[in-house]
């Protein structure tokens, strides 16, 4: 539905966007993912037509789009603040975009019921938006820009105000909610959760450019290089001779660097990896330790909250998990790489 060919963006001799090329299929959720200043709402900003290309075409149904401005593009973008009219009653902010189209009011009225009810917020309509929680006010901005039925569904760090409880339980409520209605969707964030939780497809950005494109199981498991690694929340990377010390002790074999969780580590009294605890600290699910090993120095490590923990100065034994580990810079399996 939405082609993105080798785009760029300058804001004068800065460029913010070098070369992109992105793909996202009818009905289908792409997030794009990357840490502050990598141009992921640049590009955002430029799919919806607010900032001019320097460079390259995007289209839509495979149309260009240079010649289209914003309001007739048929997107809709929904900010990370739902930007509500404290005015309007909940069902006012709903209908506002099918009133501006001169939509006959008992269409809009149906039409903002049918959208209440997707939502989970039936019966909400007369409510203002000052008496509603973070995320029943996020919930009536999705409905909001999903009203005109658009094209194509623009979310900017649609989470990011929220806490991460909420946060988590909202991205569920928000992959099914843009699943039922069919809605194709670009969506950009630096939570790598918030990604994993609403993206069909994901492409990491860095600097401008991407630099890995997949299914989110796919870029977990193989991020392209050590700096992709840790900004997706693995712990450290090792390469050389200690890949191999870990691969052995989870019983794979490949050779490159290889990225650990924090618990890809485990304390067993017949692991085949042997430490000395540094630091140990209580956590909700598990102890976590720093662990002092000869063969890949300084680790982190999990031990289990039912028996007696390891403390600092005690030796302990430990196995490798392999589904806690990554291959890293394994292209042919990442996805694709440009």
């Known amino acids: 539905m939405l082609r993105i060919d080798d785009v760029s963006v300058r804001y004068g001799a800065e460029v913010a966007l070098d070369g992109v090329s992105l793909e996202v299929p009818d009905g289908q959720v792409l997030a794009v993912l990357g840490p502050s200043g990598c141009g992921k709402s640049t590009l955002l900003r430029a799919v919806a037509g607010l900032e001019p290309l320097a460079g390259g075409r995007i289209f839509a149904d495979g149309v260009d789009l240079r010649r289209t401005p914003t309001h007739r593009r048929g997107f809709a973008l929904m900010f990370q603040d739902g930007q509500l009219f404290a005015s309007k009653s909940v069902a006012g902010n709903i209908g506002y975009p099918l009133r501006l189209r001169r939509r006959a009011k008992a269409t809009v009225a149906a039409r903002v019921e049918e959208l209440l009810d997707l939502v989970g917020l039936g019966g909400y309509g007369a409510r203002r938006p000052e008496t509603l929680s973070g995320g029943e006010r996020q919930r009536v901005a999705l409905a909001r820009a999903l009203a ?70 796919q870029v977990w498991a193989h991020p392209v290089d050590v700096e992709t690694a840790l900004f997706l929340g693995y712990d450290r990377v090792v390469d050389g001779a200690a890949t191999q010390v870990v691969l052995q002790a989870a019983g794979l074999a490949g050779a490159g660097a290889v990225a650990l969780r924090r618990s890809a580590l485990e304390v067993s009294p017949d692991g085949p990896l042997e430490g000395v605890v540094r630091a140990s600290r209580a956590a909700p699910e598990v102890v976590r330790l720093v662990v002092e090993t000869p063969a890949l120095g300084e680790v982190s490590a999990v031990a289990s909250t039912t028996e007696v923990a390891p403390g600092p100065g005690q030796r302990v034994r430990m196995r490798v998990i392999a589904d806690r580990l990554a291959v890293v810079g394994d292209a042919a399996t990442a996805g694709q790489v440009p």
């Open 148 to 217: 005109v039925e658009p094209r194509l569904l623009l979310l900017d760090e649609p989470l990011s105000a929220l806490d991460a409880a909420l946060r988590e339980r909202l991205a569920v409520d928000l992959r099914r909610i843009i699943t039922a209605s069919g809605t194709t969707a670009l969506m950009v964030t630096h939570d790598h959760e918030e990604a994993f939780a609403l993206a069909d497809r994901m492409a990491l950005m860095r600097a401008g450019r991407v630099v890995q494109v997949g299914e989110p199981a």
